[in-house]
T-cell receptor, first 109, second 116 residues
Framework: GDSVTQMEGPVTLSEEAFLTINCTYTATGYPSLFWYVQYPGEGLQLLLK?????DKGSNKGFEATYRKETTSFHLEKGSVQVSDSAVYFCALSEDKLVFGAGTILRVKS | GAVVSQHPSWVICKSGTSVKIECRSLDFQATTMFWYRQFPKQSLMLMAT?????????EQGVEKDKFLINHASLTLSTLTVTSAHPEDSSFYIC????????????FGEGSWLTVV
């Protein structure tokens, strides 16, 4: 079945550092790919998405490119802020949404 | 963006009682909604897919008689935890698919259930 694998956390960075959170997927068809963010004590928010190969999703300085050849959708941000501290979930959707395990990001000032 | 609202945000109930959580799509119609459960520091576990006007589709291992799902209208799905026990305490999150937005899925704020 479909699955999503994310890099294990927590990831701890200093403010203004470069962020990469790896995400790879397994799917039978051509899924849409998503990154969701969950701030402490809150529900999930859609961060960005890509619906087909080579699409780049971007939002709030974050971006991820749908790479079909490597079945990856890595999340990147050039300069993280303390307010970016949260749990980040990679997900795919063909019929239903399948989530990765989540990666905790901690940004220290 | 699209808004999905859950109610209540927090609920405490006694063991053996039932509790209902509502999930509403406020500005779009959703023929499909999803219910997830999230344990502390863990990922989301899909419990069931709620389809408007028909029975919900439950994931393997989820007790359909314990977690009753009703999707009576295009903007409302409810999850009822029946005969709740402390092990049912968890964070329950719903989501709704917005077909007009490329099938993007929007999440509610989540509901914390504590069974005492």
């Amino acid at each position: 079945g479909d699955s999503v694998t994310q890099m294990e956390g927590p990831v701890t960075l200093s403010e203004e550092a470069f962020l990469t959170i790896n995400c790879t997927y397994t799917a039978t068809g051509y899924p849409s790919l998503f990154w969701y963010v969950q701030y402490p004590g809150e529900g999930l928010q859609l961060l960005l998405k890509a619906t087909k190969a080579d699409d780049k999703g971007s939002n709030k300085g974050f971006e991820a490119t749908y790479r079909k050849e490597t079945t990856s959708f890595h999340l990147e941000k050039g300069s993280v802020q303390v307010s970016d501290s949260a749990v980040y979930f990679c997900a795919l959707s063909e019929d239903k949404l399948v989530f990765g395990a989540g990666t905790i990001l901690r940004v220290k000032s | 963006g699209a808004v999905v609202s859950q109610h209540p945000s927090w609920v405490i109930c006694k063991s053996g009682t039932s509790v209902k959580i509502e999930c509403r799509s406020l500005d779009f119609q959703a023929t499909t909604m999803f219910w997830y459960r999230q344990f502390p520091k863990q990922s989301l576990m899909l419990m069931a897919t709620s389809n408007e006007g028909s029975k919900a589709t439950y994931e393997q291992g989820v007790e359909k008689d314990k977690f009753l799902i009703n999707h009576a209208s295009l903007t409302l799905s409810t999850l009822t935890v029946t005969s709740a026990h402390p092990e049912d305490s968890s964070f329950y999150i719903c989501s709704a698919r917005k077909q007009s937005s490329g099938n993007t899925i929007y999440f509610g704020e989540g509901s914390w259930l504590t069974v005492v």
